[in-house]
């Protein structure tokens, strides 16, 4: 019981703040379990001989444990009930006092001091010197990844060695699936527990636990019933183990009944083709073993266990083999590091337990993590990226029923009724996002409506890392950790095997199916491997690009939404129409403002789907493309390998044909064509043209201050420079007309002008010759960029 | 092939080995020069290939002598590169070469003189030439060919090597030259311009020491790529200095010479004669230069088009597309000449009128508007002097040299 707590003390927040739990003991005992295997990696790492030969004795001891188990677990004997509870209330307790030790660590010491109660037959291992450790070591090395399935496995498997063929317990990991659920399961934790029982000897549970445990090998029953004890939650198996202790009776709430295992048949389907692919590789399988899990508790995380269509989902490749293996060394020194930090808060433990259990069904990882963090406020980031990471670790995933996810939901709207101010803030600080943006359509109605579509998102939806996007404050970081360190996994394992090439790397493994149901999401950019549970899925994208389309919102709104969607489609390698028609639609809109950077992102894009067959408005963005090139690059070189890559097809295209009819105007500064080509030209070509209107009206001055003489007619020049029907559509108040704005823009650019004595107004060529010049841009900001300027941005878009 | 015995192969094998040996301890770099062009497919070296595939164990031939084992690196991966160009896959002799090359660079860079540069010129052309061809076979495969990149990088480290100051210096020019070939290939020109900074602006350069052949394909490619820039002064100089000091007998490099000499030439005013044309097949320009002497802007336009995709590619097509506003000066100008013809001393009034009505005869559809337009840049960009009247409608020239020639500037931006 010892070192269960201790363990289970560690991985901390989470566990703490699960105070509701009555289940999540069982969960502390996983995480727990793990635990010391890390840290015994690291210790081997510093190449202290004997934690090699402790870590030997585990496993050694582990069978043993597991006949125990099995015996206490015995059908019949199931305590659901307060046996069971006392168990989870003692644990509390015990993590606090795990916390002070930290003996539980790698260091060597723990072991020598008191040799745990060994079996019989661990004496032998127990025996060897640190030399033949190390072979024995690596042998752990391979094991942990998979290492809660051995565990598992453990119990059907007689022998120890057994388990370790990743073979068998690929069947035992099926087992488990189909495993029926009465059953008390022993958590083989403990037994690992009991290998640090010697650092912390002042917890007082101490002793019964060890006497359990002792009769336990007595026990000669069989492994196949501890099987499918596993599969069931801890807690119950506790609850078996705890008779003895009669202390702890009666504290919580329990529902056995919610701890159901039983996995969807398609996953096991699953399984069984990822297991299938490395028949005859051992370290493949175990590599696969990890994937897998991952995978599910992923897929547990998010509550799409059961949803998911696995019959259908990609099986992942694996990296090397021993590059998972690293990305388990790096996780104890985090571990390690996150251990000294202050205990959380265990105030959140006195929370009424029962409102817990009934809340929302889905909850989520991510969820608990972030009330333990709004929660305790002092407690650490990187106890969180801890949790977080041990969450993505093999051992939790395949048990953790729905019910500790629903606990840890419950706590979280616990949290979230008592801290209402963090609700508050939400709001706030989505309204703040948005507020600039709702310059036009500001009005309060329309605030309150989204106020309230954006609560509604919050408490009504399911999802809740969805939510967090739109928490900057709070959920910002502990979100941000928890996917980082879930990233941690896949990406580490393809940092560290640097041998492989990127090309060799199989990027179906690492591409994201998503489950987010939401059609509004704001753009992040992405810091780490995307979470499934926040990229929405493709038909849920149309949905979104058609909402964006039909929006009325301002601009900077619907980039925001667009980014997301092209986030999402990126990240899930989504390349088809959609896809298409997602990057041409944020090309309009860009072109339409004048976003000269998002459009050359979208066209750059474009080019590429394009070459790739897909279908879409080719011609009509090729003609952007060169009025582009032309326009706004002035590169010799991409005009020309623009101009050769049309198509004579596209040569007879009307606005490709404008296009290049613009590129000669330009060329030969023929700005009387320019402004005939500004008039008739066809889709939004205009929009990119008035980017460049300015400085062709310029050119065309000069140029005929200095041919021109003696005078030019005004009304000539806002004819040729297409002034005239500039305005006509005003709304009535103050119509510019267009030869007022020529003559406002001639005056602004220095231009003399005078009255000839018809009236009409004149620019005096010669004189203006000298004097003419370009002004500043009015919208230049002392940054450089006008775009960056928020109001001046939206007062253009508006 | 002919059976080729193992005691054949293997006195093959040895007798190249020998070969190389020897070649080495002479330093002589032309024979070292001859053991390396893979691509030459010179009798000796297929011979040596069909040997090696014979003897598959050329490798224990080089351990077995102290003599040899010393070149392993190099010659190991060379017989494989041998081997697999022989046996037509490029992708692998291109991949064995570099290795082979790699190890040579290294042996290089230790030599005090540069008594080995024919020999790396040989391999600096070969690891181009098979990256060529290593592409091609990807490409067929429906693979990305990205051998040339690579050759590219390759001799990138090369070109580092060499650019240092000492006697091994005049040998970078060269391998510049093949960066440049393989860089417009590939259309990443620039790139060219690190490698033209430190040609250009390092002291321990001087440029007249290089090798003759070097200077001229140097000058051929940063002419074009100054022709890229429109920088038309520069162009002609850089092409003119490649164009006189090239080889008289080398009609194919003056023909590519001549292809954007000529182009720039004309944008700076200056026709070249039609037997000129002829000589070196550039009938492509013969309607150009023809449509600049007539002031036939129609014939200029259908010259063109009728070479768009050559022009683009090459990348001449903005040139010659500027030149139209020379034919209009031209045009002009008959119509002066014309004009004066007529009635001396109204000829410096030229009516809109009649510039659209010549355009006409050209089938050239432009309202007054744009005749105008055409009119005024004329005058802007110095093309005619004089000014236009827009009350009346006129171009009033100036009686002095209405129409001034460029004498070899070009025209006015």
């Known amino acids: 019981m010892l070192g269960l707590h201790t363990a289970g003390g560690y991985p901390s927040s989470g566990y703490n703040n699960q105070p509701t739990a009555s289940n999540s003991g069982s969960y502390a005992n996983y995480t727990s379990y793990q635990y010391p295997n890390y840290t015994s990696d690291t210790s081997s790492a510093y190449g202290s001989g004997s934690a090699p030969t402790t870590f030997q004795q585990q496993y050694k001891q582990w069978p043993e444990y597991y006949s125990q188990t099995e015996v206490t677990c015995a059908p019949g004997t199931e305590h659901l009930s307060a046996a069971g509870n006392s168990n989870h209330g003692s644990s509390l307790p015990s993590v606090s006092g795990g916390y002070p030790t930290p003996t539980n660590q790698p260091q060597p010491q723990p072991l020598p001091l008191p040799p745990p109660p060994p079996p019989p037959s661990l004496n032998p291992t127990w025996s060897q010197p640190g030399g033949a450790a190390s072979g024995a070591h690596d042998n752990y090395w391979n094991q942990t990844a998979p290492s809660f399935q051995t565990h598992l496995a453990a119990p059907t498997q007689p022998l120890y060695q057994n388990s370790l063929d990743s073979k068998t317990s690929y069947e035992n990991f099926q087992e488990l699936k189909t495993a029926p659920q009465g059953q008390n399961s022993q958590y083989p934790v403990y037994q690992v527990s009991q290998n640090y029982q010697p650092t912390s000897p002042t917890v007082p549970s101490f002793d019964a636990r060890r006497v359990s445990k002792l009769q336990i090998p007595t026990n000669p029953r069989i492994a196949s019933n501890a099987a499918l004890g596993i599969a069931k939650t801890e807690k119950d198996g506790s609850a078996a183990n705890s008779l003895p202790r009669p202390a702890y009776v009666s504290v919580a709430v329990q529902k056995p009944k919610d701890k159901p295992t039983m996995y969807p048949k398609s996953l096991c389907g699953y399984v069984e083709r990822a297991f299938g692919r490395y028949k005859d590789d051992d370290k493949k399988r175990e590599a696969c073993e990890a994937f897998m899990k991952e995978i599910i508790t992923e897929a547990i995380a998010e509550g799409t266990l059961y949803t998911r269509d696995w019959d259908s989902m990609p099986l992942f490749t694996l990296p090397d083999s021993h590059s998972v293996n690293t990305n388990y060394k790096k996780s104890p020194i985090r571990r390690s590091k996150s251990r000294w930090e202050p205990l959380p808060e265990v105030k959140m433990l006195d929370k009424p337990v029962s409102a817990s259990n009934e809340t929302g069904k889905f909850g989520s990882w991510d969820k608990r993590t972030f009330n333990g963090y709004s929660a305790t406020k002092d407690n650490s980031l990187s106890s969180f990226r801890f949790s977080a990471s041990q969450q993505k670790t093999p051992s939790k995933s395949a048990q953790r029923p729905m019910k500790r996810q629903r606990i840890v939901n419950g706590a979280g709207l616990t949290n979230n009724d008592d801290d209402a101010s963090s609700d508050g803030d939400k709001d706030q600080s989505l309204t703040a996002y948005y507020s600039g943006a709702m310059a036009l359509a500001d009005n309060p109605e329309e605030k309150k409506r989204r106020e309230s579509r954006s609560k509604r998102f919050e408490r009504g939806q399911g999802h809740r890392p969805d939510i967090n996007y739109f928490k900057p404050k709070n959920a910002g970081p502990a979100n941000l950790y928890t996917k980082r360190a879930s990233a941690l996994m896949l990406s580490k394992s393809f940092d560290d095997s640097a041998n492989q090439a990127v090309e060799d790397i199989d990027w179906d493994a690492l591409t994201v199916k998503g489950t987010c149901q939401e059609i509004e999401k704001r753009f992040l950019r992405l810091t780490s491997a995307p979470d499934p549970s926040t990229v929405r899925p493709e038909d849920v994208l149309e949905k979104a690009l058609l909402m964006v389309q039909n929006s009325q919102k301002n601009y900077l709104y619907k980039c925001d939404q667009l980014k997301s969607i092209r986030q999402d489609l990126t990240v899930q390698r989504i390349r088809n129409q959609l896809t298409v028609k997602v990057y041409e639609t944020h090309a309009r809109l860009a072109m339409e403002v004048g976003d000269l950077a998002e459009f050359n992102q979208c066209q750059s894009q474009l080019q590429i789907l394009y070459s790739e067959g897909i279908e879409g408005c080719l011609m009509e963005f090729a003609a952007y493309n060169l009025l582009c090139v032309i326009l706004h690059s002035n590169n010799k070189r991409d005009l020309l390998t623009s101009m050769s890559r049309l198509t004579q097809e596209a040569k007879e295209d009307g606005a490709v044909k404008h296009a290049l009819a613009v590129r000669a105007a330009v060329t030969s500064g023929n700005y009387v064509a320019f402004f005939k080509l500004y008039k008739s030209a066809p889709n939004l070509n205009t929009c990119l043209m008035d980017l460049y209107v300015k400085k062709m009206r310029y050119q065309a001055a000069v140029c005929m201050s200095k041919s021109y003489r003696p005078t030019v007619p005004i009304s000539y020049i806002s004819q040729i420079l297409g002034f005239s029907n500039a305005t006509a559509e005003g709304n009535g108040e103050k119509v510019l007309t267009g030869l007022d704005e020529c003559l406002e823009w001639l005056k602004a650019h220095g231009a003399s002008l005078i009255t000839d004595n018809t009236g009409e107004m004149q620019l005096d060529a010669k004189a203006s010759s000298s004097t003419l010049f370009m002004p500043e841009p009015e919208d230049a900001v002392a940054h450089g960029d006008s775009s960056l300027a928020v109001n001046d941005f939206l007062a253009r878009t508006s | ?413």
């Open chain 2, 1 to 413: 092939m002919a059976y080729l015995s193992m005691g054949e192969s293997h006195r093959r094998i040895t007798d190249y080995l020998n070969r190389f040996a020897d070649a080495i301890n002479y330093q002589d770099g032309d024979s070292l020069a001859r053991l390396f062009s893979v691509s030459s497919d010179s009798p000796s070296l297929l011979s040596l290939a069909d040997a090696l595939n014979v003897f598959q164990d050329a490798n224990r031939l080089i351990k077995q002598s102290e003599k040899f084992s010393q070149f392993g690196e190099v010659v190991a991966p060379f017989f494989r590169s041998l081997q697999c160009y022989r046996l037509g896959n490029l992708v692998d002799a291109y991949g064995a070469f570099e290795k082979a090359s790699n190890a040579f660079i290294q042996e290089f860079r230790n030599w005090e003189s540069g008594w080995a540069l024919e020999a790396l010129y040989v391999i600096a052309y070969e690891i181009r030439v098979l990256a060529e061809r290593a592409d091609r076979e990807l490409a067929s495969n429906g693979k990305s060919p990205e051998k040339l990149k690579g050759a590219g990088s390759f001799l990138m480290k090369v070109f580092g090597v060499l650019a240092g100051k000492g006697p091994k210096r005049v040998g970078a020019l060269y391998v510049t030259c093949q960066l440049f070939k393989i860089y417009f290939k590939l259309g990443t020109v620039n790139l060219c311009r690190s490698v033209i900074r430190s040609i250009e602006t390092a002291r321990i350069f001087d440029f007249e020491e290089f090798p003759i052949r070097d200077k001229v394909t140097y000058m051929y490619y940063t002419g074009r790529l100054e022709v890229l820039n429109e920088n038309f002064p520069a162009a002609d100089q850089k092409l003119s200095y490649a164009l006189t000091h090239c080889c008289l007998s080398k009609e194919a490099n003056i023909r590519m010479i001549l292809k954007y000499l000529i182009p720039v030439k004309l944008s700076i005013g200056i026709l070249p004669k039609k037997q000129l044309l002829e000589n070196y097949d550039l009938v492509e320009y013969n309607n150009i230069v023809e449509a600049l002497k007539r002031g036939d802007l129609r014939l200029l336009r259908s010259a063109l088009q009728e070479n768009e995709d050559q022009f683009l590619r090459s990348g001449v097509y903005l040139v010659l597309e500027k030149l139209e506003l020379q034919v209009y000066q031209r045009l002009l100008k008959k119509i002066y000449i014309i004009q004066k013809q007529k009635d001396p001393s109204k000829a410096h009034q030229v009516k809109l009128e009649v510039i659209v009505k010549a355009l006409k005869w050209l089938e050239i559809e432009m309202d007054l508007d744009e005749v105008e337009c055409i009119v005024a840049i004329l005058i802007y960009k110095n093309l005619m002097k004089g000014y236009f009247a827009h009350k009346s409608k006129v171009v009033v020239l100036s009686k002095q040299d209405p129409f001034p020639k460029l004498n070899g500037k070009p025209v006015a931006s």
